[in-house]
Structure formats: C-alpha cells, structure tokens
C-alpha cells in the first residue's frame, strides 16, 4: 500500500512539474529581456525575432522533454522494483466479449519533438533526378532506334578527341552464378575453378593484363583447394593491380527480395573473408546481373567506404533517356540526405546486355566480331552472322577502325573522355585457348591504337577501379567525389523491362516458399548470433569459457554463408532450375537445425541460475524446438508432454525491446496450468487443435498465455498437469458450414457450435477496434476503431491472374497477364471458424487452393493494434495461374502507393495508367501502404512478395504462381514445384493526428519556419518534393519487428532433471531507445578459420520515423533520445573493455578505440562498432 501511495505521489509530481514547466517556459519567452535584445539584432525583420523565438521554445520544450522523462524513470524504477504484480485475470462481459483489465504497471510513450523533425523532409536540395518523376515523365514509347534498337543513332566529328585523348579501359571478367541452371557444387567443379586456375598463370604471362571478380562465395572454395604457391601468386596479382574483386560480397545479390540485415551479412562475410586471406579492401561496386537495383544498395556500399559503383539491368526507356541526357554517370544519392555524405558515383551501362556484343558501343553486330571466343570452330558464333577474324599485320588497321568507331560512339553517351568497356559474360574464360584469343587479339589492337597518336585514343586492359581513377583523374576530382556538372539522382531502378512490355515483376513473388524459409533462417541467424556472442562473453568473464561450446562459432560461419549465397539474383529470386532450387532448399534447412543447435546452446547457459553446473552435452541438448521434416515441409511443432513433474519452457525474445506478446503452446492435455519464473499462476487461453476444417488433432491442445518478455532475453514458464478454473480459459468455437453436409468432431472441454446455413456478417473486438467479417467468405470487410463511430472499409478478396494465349507467357521472371484479375470462384463455399477467447479471436476460412486466418489479440500495446493474417496457400493443381489477394478501401490514395526497399527504407510509387498493369508491380520485403490525409493503412509481410496499387484505395498482393513455360530469359523450366506456403501478414490501421503531443509543437515548428523561409527567400527555396520520401510510425516499424521476429519458445527437454533454477536473463542493463534497432551482435573470427576471437560486431540501425500518426501505447516504455545511445552502460554484467567505430564492413577504423563509449547516429544510419565485453 506504501508503494502505491508512492507511486500516486510520483504521478502527480510528473503532472504538476510539467504544468509548471510550460508556465515558466511561456513565462520566459514572454518576459526574459535578454531574448529582446537577441531579437532586436535583427532590425531587418520582425520575420528573424519570430524565427528566433520559435528556436528557443524547440529548446525549452526539449528541456522540458527531458525533466519529464527522468522523472518518468524514476516512477518506473519505483514500480518495477514493486513486488510482483497479480496476474492478469480476464472476465466475460454480458455482452459476450472478454475483457482483459490492464496491467498494473505502467509505461511510457515518449518521444522528443525534435526527432519528430526529420519525417517532415524539406531539407536540403532536390536532386537533379528524382525517378518517380523521371518515370512520371517518360513516355515508354519503344521506337525502333536502328542497330541500337532501344536508343538511337549516335554521331560524332572526329576532332571531337583533338584536344583530349579517349581513353579506353576493357575490363575482362567472367559473371560467375553461385548457382542458376547448375547448382554452386556442379558449377564450381565444372567451370569456375577453371576460371580461377587460368586466371593465375595467365594474368602472369603479361603484367599488361587484368581480370575483374565479383563472387567471394566461389573464390573462397577455391582458395581452400589451392596450394601455398598458387596463394602467393594471387596476392600478388591483387596486389599489383591485375585482379580485382569488385563490390567483395559473399554474392552479386539480388536487390528486389533481400532483406538488408542479409544484404549487409553478405558484404561483411565477404569483406572479413578478403581481409583475412588476400589483404584486399573493395573499392568499387559491380552489379550486372540483378533484375532492378534499390536505393538501399548504393547506401550500404558507400557506407562500406566504396566510392564508385557498376549497374546494367535498368529499364530499356530509363537507359535511352539517360544516354540522351548525358546521365548515365551520376551521384546516386539517399532521399532523406541534406549533405550529400551518402553520395556514391555510379556508372549504367547503357545498352541490353553485359554480354560482349552489348558493351563495346551501339551496334551488337560489329562488337560480336570482336568477342574472340567465337572465332570460327568455337562451339559459340555470332547470331549476326558475322564471325570475328583474328587480328593479324594485315587486317589491323581495318579491324581497329571499325572498333574505334563503336568506342567513339560510345564515349558520346557520357560526359568524360574515360571510356568502359567491359569484355565478358557469364562463365567466360574456363579454358585456356579463350584467355588466349582475348587478350592477344585486344592487345593488337591496343598496340596499333597506342602507336598512332593521330587517332587521339589510348586503350589497354583495365580493372573498373582503373576505369574510375582515370575518371576521376581526368575530371580532376578525388575519388569518389562529384565530377563538375555530373547530376545527382535519388530513388530506385524497379520495375526492370529488358524488351516490349517484357516487365521483370514475376520474381516479386516466385517460390514464395523459399522466400519464406530465407526470413525463418535471417531471423535465426540473428538469434543466434546475438545470444551466442553474450553466452561466449558472460562464459569468459565467468572464466567458464572452457566449458562453453565455443565450437558453435563454425555453425555460425555457415549459416552465414548460407544465407549470404541464398541472396543471389537466381536464389531468393525463385528463378533457379527445380534441382537447383533444392539444393538451396537442403542448405537452408542444414544451416536452420544447426542455428536451433546454437540458440539452445546459448538458451541453456544464460537462463542457469547456477552457472557452474552447466554442462554440456551434444546428445542431449537442454531445450527442444520445432522440427521440419524436409526442406519443403512446414514446421512441425513439439507437443509438450505434460505428467506428475512439472514441465518448463524457455522463451526468447530477439527483440531490443522489452515485448509483450501472445506465447502459444501445444500440450497433450486441456488440463494445464501455467506458472510464472516466480510460481505465480498465469491466465491462460486453451484452445482444440485443429488438422482440417471438421477434424480436431487428438490429445494436442494449444494453450495461449500472455508473456512479458525482456529484451533480447529469456524468460521462464512453468506447465503443470491440473486444472485452474479461474486461469484456465477455454476457447469457444462456432463453425459455419454453408449447407454442406460435413460432420465436425467435438471436444467436451471446448464450447462448439455448428451452424449448418446462414450467411450474415459477424464482429470480433478487443480494446482497440471491432473488425466485421463476411458471413459468407469468411473474409475482412470493415474496421471500427472503438472510438469512432465510422467504420473503416477494408474488405478482402481472392483474385487469379492468367497469363497470355499466344507468344510470350508469364514464367519464373517475366509476370504478363491475360488482362485484369478475375474474381477467385472456389468449387464450393469455405467453411468457416470463428474462434473466441480472452486473449485471442479468429476466423479461419477453409478454402480449396488457401486457407486464411485473421487473428485479434486482446492484448495491450503493439500485439493489440494490428490484425494477424495468415494464409496457407496450395495451387499445386492451377496451370498458368497466379493467386493474388487484394484489399478495398475507402483511403483516398489518388494514384500513389508506398513500398519498402530491402526493409531498410521506404519508396513512394505512383500507378502509371500509360504502362501496362504488370509494370506497376514492385517488390515488397516488409511492408506497403496507402495513405491519405486521415489514415494510413500498412500490410506488413514475413516474406518478399510482389505488390501493387492498382486502383484508388486498394493494396494487392500475388501469393504465388504456377506457371508451365519457360519465359525465354535462360531458365528453360517454368514455375511448377510449388509447395504448401504460409505467407503471413499483418494488418494495421492508423489514424493521422491533428494536434497531439508532441508532433503538435513540431509541426507548429516547422509551419512558422516555412513561413519565416517563403516570405524571406521570395518563395524559390527548393524543398524536396513532398512524395520523394515517407516513414513508417515507430507503431508500424514495431508491429514489423514483432511478425518477423516472433519469440521463441523452447521447452526443457523431458529428459533433463530442472537442478538448480532457471532465472530469466535480462542482458540489456537499460533499454535501447524505441528508434534503435539492434541489427547485429555479431562474433568476428580469430585468426584460426575456425574459432571465434573476443571482440564482435555491433551493428545498430536509427530508423526514420513519422510522428504524424496517432501515437499509442506501445505496451513498453517507448523513449527516444535524439540519437544518442550510452553504450558503456548497455550490457548488465558486462564491461565494455574496447569500442571503436568502424565501416559497415570493419574493413576501415573511422575513429581510434575511446574511453567515451557514448554514441550518436543521425536518423536512418546504420553505424557498426568493433567491440570487446568483459
């Protein structure tokens, strides 16, 4: 009772303080004569004292910010070392809804007004191309350009080089797929290791020559199977220049489905892995191949320190434009950048292909004569007809004037007289004679350009960091700066058109099974690396690092390869041949069991009360998880048996945030009660299992309990045998059967009602919104948000695209529709179940090809504010079908639509009625939203799918495709190893608020300045364009963390004695700010391949953020600190012994190691820190 009173007394202390804070802040502005005298410095204008003033209240309100929340903290520490609070016991209202009271302590929803600032934009000037405008603009009109088909005729004076030589650089190189039409094994052994072999001696015949790799995935595994000698010769030829690696990525990675924790995985796995073995550091990014290029991309490289960058796959209309406009070299540039500190030169390539014939100028015919691969008596030719000639004394000069005259063409594309010629293809120079052909012919060539001083050209052979030195050096620059009159471009190169209205938009969604195995294993890799490196640190300050299974570090470094080869532009893409795709599928599935095999580890040291009894043994780990059958199967979830002895369950949170969420386990007995670390009775909801719409699962039970877990921690249940009648809630069911005649098994313990016919439309609650369903689909029609009076329509229904009838059909790439979605007719009507329960209600609709659930929790907080979705989806019988699910609202969403890029930042789109409906798909990672001046509606995903807008109001999403063809880009196989998907989403409403605490005084703020600017500066300031860049709410950012990284539950295996307690860990000494994302805690090597050394890798992400969507309570103390973390202090139990800032990938320290273990990151950085706990 004391406590409470305390409690009370802190309470209206918070609320006094503050009131009289604004009192003496309006106090002060109004009074303070020193703040005259400021103002009257400047008699130009009344405008600047305004100005002024509205700065120092921004300042006061931030002090007043702070006062608050160091008060609020101190309430916190007072309730949280309360004892522990009485279970939370639901009850059932008389209207039939269940009423879950709210928890006892309390918490906070803080933000500081000025990290509202940053969503509001304006800052900075607008680039030059903007490519929502660019393609705005465009008319995609495909006019036959000549023997440049998508371009046009090029010409030139030659004295255009009198005053400046034209420099070439021919960049030889082979584009090598870490699988595609043979898997990474067969590709290796038949053809890269070849490559790589030749490459040594023939680099070496002539110190002239140069060679450009991309793949650190098959350099690696060659590079265990070569001798010391070979080792030391390919140092050498790195370290003189003639080899580069270029981007150093474990993969040339997709960048339409990846994710960006997996992205920057990639990078560092390669990057650790060149430093290591070659001394190498990247300079330049190289990106042939994949299907489109995102924003995110240049960022990270730049962020890597790269200073230069390569792309090709761009939208043919895009390319000629740019050529056009002399654009194809530009800085590419973050939307939110106000200082251009993400700059990064990137070089297009102008023309269709990375192939030979489409990289040395504008006519294909001529520049396959010179890909001397194809001489006569190869097993290629040129589909010209014109085979290449050997360059001899007699044809040269005629040979290298018909070469020059494609190179000239070429070079009046761009703005410098430093011309790329990359000379390659996929899986080029596997055999000696063709190293041969290459670089004896060119070097003829080069020798009779370089003699004739008249023609104004040098050339030679050339990395692409050659190529952008000379740039560089030409434009008389520093690397990596912007060349005088280069442009700048923000945005991003989706959707991908190669030919015609051929849009690379199917890829969005192919194998969506895989697609959804990639974010299972991504988010246990993240798990594991962060429990594994704080079990490994707490071992050795325990000084019980022997008895740790330290050895896991090899599970670790392979599911990191993993992962990093599934991001390849033919892996997570879904366009892989069948065999090939499970040859992923068995890698993915082998890393996952051994990630399991390391959290459990983890999971068993950390949550020992008593560390010196931990011992380890592979045979019989500690703690079970679920179990996949096969690669293509669906989780299976272990059924905890319960009996006389109590059972106990470890939970884990990934989150760096303290999470209130839904645990749902499965049990062999209805009869449960379920215990707090403490002993502490929790309420809990028991439900049947079901195995089919009518069929219930016998003796398994799923019993739902409501946890609050620590961030990044563990947390510890206790299930016994016995029943709770006051804890121990069933769930009642209704099922719907529409006039089919089916029998539906029953359970005593659960409340079931059978309704054989009737269609009329229902409602489930809970404390935030009440969600009508379809009586007859089973369907979302509407939501009410409980204090509101309108409903909000967001009806849901089933769509099925075709494909073409003649000429060229949808496939593994290529989505090219019949015409517009038509309705999905099932054979007969779903049944329905509609589920209800304290903490949870769903329906589930029981479709032929998909079955559907939307869940509510009645819970507090984040899990509470948005609706559950999952669909189960099985088209194994549709033939050229693709299923798509489309949502219809009444959001005035006037043509323009949001999607994420690679889960890191998000794109505006805009429905383009001038180009064909598959050309307005675009890949959604995480999330895609309509908005307009009242609400936001977000569809958050666990899965890469392709998504579009395609009318006012509306959000589509393609499921999956079955497709029998191939679609003529190399596959040679259609889409027809489908499997039973479950692709889940969440559903989330927001409001946007007019006047709340504290966007209200931030927008005031910025509304004075933007008035202050447009009177002072005549109106002409440039202000990025309103829809050039657009947030997430830390709501939406949140929900997404919660779907992607769900807990995890790990019971005590039945074997294993419970000994000394279980004590749940809580890792993290004080919570991270609500803004923060902790992408990684990553162990790094030690110089032995296999072992890990002490120091890790901690990477954080400040996400940007929309204040302007109504804040709720997010169910934790949610606080923002205008990005400034205490890292020192972040860790409970640990030191931190060594902090430095370094590049994203370690390669580069940024700072010397410091005492000060005090952060700041601007928003939407990513920083990484090489660190040492002790």
Known sequence: MKLKKQVTVCGAAIFCVAVFSLYLMLDRVQHDPTRHQNGGNFPRSQISVLQNRIEQLEQLLEENHEIISHIKDSVLELTANAEGPPAMLPYYMVNGSWVVPPEPRPSFFSISPQD??????????????????????LPFDNVDGGVWRQGFDISYDPHDWDAEDLQVFVVPHSHNDPGWIKTFDKYYTEQTQ??????????????????????????????????????????????????????????????????????????????????????????????????????????????????????????????????????????????????SSTDIFCHMMPFYSYDVPHTCGPDPKICCQFDFKRLPGGRINCPWKVPPRAITEANVAERAALLLDQYRKKSRLFRSNVLLVPLGDDFRYDKPQEWDAQFFNYQRLFDFFNSRPNLHVQAQFGTLSDYFDALYKRTGVEPGARPPGFPVLSGDFFSYADREDHYWTGYYTSRPFYKSLDRVLEAHLRGAEVLYSLAAAHARHSGLAGRYPLSDFTLLTEARRTLGLFQHHDAITGTAKEAVVVDYGVRLLRSLVNLKQVIIHAAHYLVLGDKETYHFDPEAPFLQDDTRLSHDALPERTVIQLDSSPR???????????????????????????????????????????????????????????????????????????????????????????????????????????????????????????????????????????????????????????????????????????????????????????????????????????????????LPGVEGLSLDISSLVDIRDYVNKELALRIHTDIDSQGIFFTDLNGFQVQPRRYLKKLPLQANFYPMPVMAYIQDAHKRLTLHTAQALGVSSLKDGQLEVILDRRLMQDDNRGLGQGLKDNKRTCNRFRLLLERRTVGSEPDFFSKLAAMFRGLIFHSSRSGNREVQDSHSTSYPSLLSHLTSMYLNTPALALPV?????????????????????????????????????????????LILHRKGFDCGLEAKNLGFNCTTSQGKVALGSLFHGLDMVFLQPTSLTLLYPLASPSNSTDVYLEPMEIATFRLRLG
């Open 648 to 858: 106990f369950v470890v939970l884990f949170n990934p989150l760096e945030q303290e999470r209130f969420s839904m645990v749902s386990l499965l049990v062999n007995s209805p009869r449960v009660r379920v215990l707090s670390e403490e002993g502490q009775p929790l309420a809990v909801q028991i439900s049947a299992h079901w195995s089919s719409a009518t069929e219930v699962v016998p003796d398994v039970y799923q019993v739902s309990v409501p946890v609050r877990l620590p961030a990044l921690g563990l947390g510890v249940l206790q299930l016994q045998l016995g029943l709770d009648g006051h804890r121990t809630l069933p769930s009642s069911v209704r099922v719907y059967l529409h006039g089919r005649q089916l029998s539906v098994s029953r359970h005593e313990a659960f409340p079931l009602r059978v309704i054989d016919s009737g269609s009329s439309d229902f409602a489930l609650s809970n404390r935030y919104m009440q969600v009508w369903f379809s009586g007859l689909t089973g369907l979302l029609k509407s939501i009410r948000r409980v204090d509101e009076e309108q409903e909000q329509q967001v009806d849901m229904e089933f769509l099925v695209y075709g494909t073409r009838t003649s000429k060229d059909k949808s496939g593994a790439y290529l989505f090219l529709p019949d015409g517009e979605a038509k309705p999905y007719v099932p054979k007969e009507p779903p049944v329905l179940h509609v589920t209800e329960g304290p903490f949870f209600s769903e329906v589930v609709a029981y479709y032929e090809h998909v079955h559907q659930v939307v869940r509510l929790y009645n």
């Open 1053 to 1097: 295996a039945r074997t294993q004695l419970p000994g000394p307690g279980l004590r749940s860990f809580h890792p993290l000494a004080s919570s991270l700010p609500c803004d923060f994302h902790l992408l990684n805690l990553r162990t790094l090597q030690a110089e032995e391949d296999t072992l890990p050394s002490a120091e890790m890798a």
């Open 194 to 339: 070849h490559i790589l072999n030749s490459m040594v001696s023939k680099l070496q015949e002539d110190p002239r020559r140069r060679f450009l790799w991309a793949e650190v995935s098959f350099f690696a595994k060659w590079w265990d199977n070569i001798n010391a000698q070979k080792r030391a010769a390919v140092r050498r030829l790195v370290g003189n220049g003639q080899l580069e690696i270029a981007t150093g990525g474990w993969v040339m990675p997709d960048e339409a489905n990846s994710h960006y924790f997996a992205l920057i995985d990639q990078l560092i796995e390669g990057h650790q892995w060149l430093e290591r073995n070659l001394g190498a550091t990247p300079r330049s990014g190289w990106a042939v191949d994949p299907f489109g290029y995102s924003s995110t991309m240049p960022y990270l490289l730049r962020r890597a320190n790269l200073t230069s960058m390569l792309i090709q796959r761009v939208h043919y209309a895009i390319k000629k434009h740019f050529a056009a406009t002399h654009s194809l070299e530009f800085m590419w540039r973050q939307t939110w950048d106000s200082d």
């Open 116 to 137: 509202c600032q940053f969503a509001l934009g304006g800052r900075g000037q607008k680039p030059e191309l903007q490519m929502l405008t660019v393609s705005e603009e």
